[in-house]
């Protein structure tokens, strides 16, 4: 579909700094429903079981979320290239308005299920957008910063998405998880509609790729299935996940075909070969697998080896969210200071490996405070690369490709979550550890001390992620002033 022609970048009067900041508030509190409806479901789900019925779907309440959300990422960064940021934004609030609504008068699990996958169809666009309007504001160089405030969003949607999800279907409703979101969503486009018409369509005349956006939906839902499946309702070997994988690489084919074919590809080429976006987002996608994986197990194992109780488990996770929001802010005031920003990264993720495998060493004998202390560092060592990959990436590209470029980097960050909770629930299954909450509680005799392979694997996943952002190009951060702030090259 083509833009209208003669519609080029708007000379608009520049914003005043109060109207960035009203606009960061507004895009990060619409980031927030996104992320508290991936941690705000699960404690509800066996009451929407009891209340709905066709319990064997359940899972799907969290899949089809993350289907639809992982999959529609990048192409809501080429739409914003294309039509500008308010409206697509605002289009992003109203689906996922949507799907919360169907979601709440949903009278079976079926509807529940569809109203999930039409939330993460709005969802997924919010997660991306906002790193991208925050690139719109602000040049590279002031931009690391704020990613911390992304951290910390996620660190309030951990915490308070379990504790309103449980208090709702304790207390009141479980509809209530969704009705919520509809105050929400209208407070975040109230707060952000006047100052966002005065950001510029950054993109001359341009057209979206459906048929590429098509072939990566697809692509990427085959693959989340096979994963999600694979060692839970099937074999990892049986046919039907064989199959998913031969149709996700087939599909993936197609896909890259397209790209080369296409007049306008979804995701432009000179984007993909940018080394500095390559290499950028490969080593997120390595990280976010090896980070969310250790979330998911994390409190398994402080059930299992500590004897925690699960609300318990969860309060031990504190340290973990809050050292990953304390690296993320200590690396974006930091970047403005170095000219090698990178190493910021590589120092960060080193002492997250050193971390992973003390706790693997100890993981058999660690006592609470020991388990704290090393969580908080791995999650202060992780947190780290944030802002790094995303001003990286962002530097890397022009304007008129900083939503595709951030559509990329959001798309392969959720890709490799959902991937290294597959990864290391494979891991877990071939040593004979609990997944689930049921049957942690073991006896001692071998099984907490196994869980030191998970810390092996996390280590192991970081260590990649290490070795390919050592591979990045430094570009020197537009914006840069060397009066207006004393630099540390070495």
């Known amino acids: 579909m083509d833009k209208p022609s003669g519609q080029n970048v708007f000379h608009q009067a520049p914003l005043s700094e109060r109207e960035k900041n009203v606009i960061i508030a507004g895009v990060l509190l619409s980031?927030?429903?996104?992320?508290?409806d991936q941690t705000i479901v699960a404690p509800a789900m066996p009451t929407m079981a009891a209340a709905l019925g066709n319990a064997e779907y359940l899972p799907w309440i969290v899949t089809g979320y993350l289907l639809t959300a992982t999959a529609v990422s990048p192409l809501y960064g080429k739409i914003s290239d294309v039509y500008g940021r308010r409206p697509t934004i605002f289009a992003a609030v109203l689906i996922f308005i949507a799907g919360s609504v169907i979601s709440a008068m949903a009278p079976n699990m079926l509807v529940l299920v569809a109203g999930r996958a039409v939330q993460g169809l709005g969802g997924g666009g919010l997660f991306a957008l906002t790193q991208t309007v925050i690139g719109d504001l602000v040049p590279p160089l002031e931009r690391a910063r704020y990613s911390a405030w992304i951290s910390g969003t996620w660190a309030v949607a951990s915490i308070a998405g379990p504790l309103l999800g449980g208090t709702f279907a304790e207390h009141l409703h479980w509809s209530l998880i969704f009705w919520i979101n509809i105050p929400l969503g209208l407070i975040a486009m109230a707060i952000i509609n006047n100052p966002l018409k005065k950001l510029p369509v950054a993109a001359r005349r341009h057209s979206i790729d459906g048929w590429g956006a098509l072939l990566l939906i697809i692509a990427t839902?085959?693959?989340l299935l096979a994963m999600n499946w694979g060692g839970s309702h099937y074999a990892w070997a049986s046919p039907q996940i064989a199959g998913?994988?031969?149709?996700?690489?087939?599909v993936w084919g197609l896909f890259a075909l397209r790209l080369y074919k296409a007049g306008e590809p979804l995701i432009s080429l000179e984007v993909l070969s940018n080394r500095i976006v390559l290499t950028a987002t490969t080593a997120m996608f390595l990280l976010q697998a090896?980070?969310?994986g250790l979330a998911i197990y994390l409190p398994v194992y402080l059930q299992s080896a500590l004897d925690l109780s699960p609300g318990d488990a969860g309060m031990a996770m504190l340290g973990l969210l809050m050292g990953t929001v304390a690296g993320a802010s200590l690396s974006g005031r930091l970047v403005p200071r170095f000219a090698h920003y990178k190493r910021i990264a590589l120092v960060g993720i080193l002492f997250a490996i050193a971390c992973l495998v003390a706790m693997g060493v100890v993981a058999d004998r660690a006592s609470l405070l020991v388990v704290e202390l090393l969580t908080a560092c791995i999650g202060f060592g992780t947190g780290t690369i944030f802002p790094i990959s995303t001003v990286s990436v962002q530097n890397a590209v022009d304007r008129a490709h900083?939503?595709?470029?951030?559509?990329?980097?959001?798309?392969?960050r959720s890709l490799g979550g959902a991937i290294g909770v597959a990864a290391l629930g494979a891991v877990a299954l071939g040593y004979g550890l609990p997944l689930a909450g049921e049957g942690v509680h073991v006896a001692h005799g071998g099984t907490d001390a196994s869980f030191a392979i998970i810390f092996y694997a996390t280590a192991a996943l970081l260590t990649a992620?290490?070795?390919?952002?050592?591979?990045?190009?430094?570009k020197p951060l537009r914006g840069y002033d060397r009066e207006a702030a004393p630099v540390v090259t070495e």
């Open 221 to 223: 839902s085959l693959l």
């Open 465 to 474: 992620a290490l070795a390919v952002l050592a591979l990045m190009p430094e």
């Open 290 to 292: 090896g980070s969310i």
């Open 31 to 36: 980031m927030l429903l996104a992320a508290l």
């Open 244 to 250: 998913l994988v031969a149709g996700s690489a087939a």
């Open 402 to 412: 900083l939503g595709v470029a951030t559509g990329v980097l959001t798309f392969l």
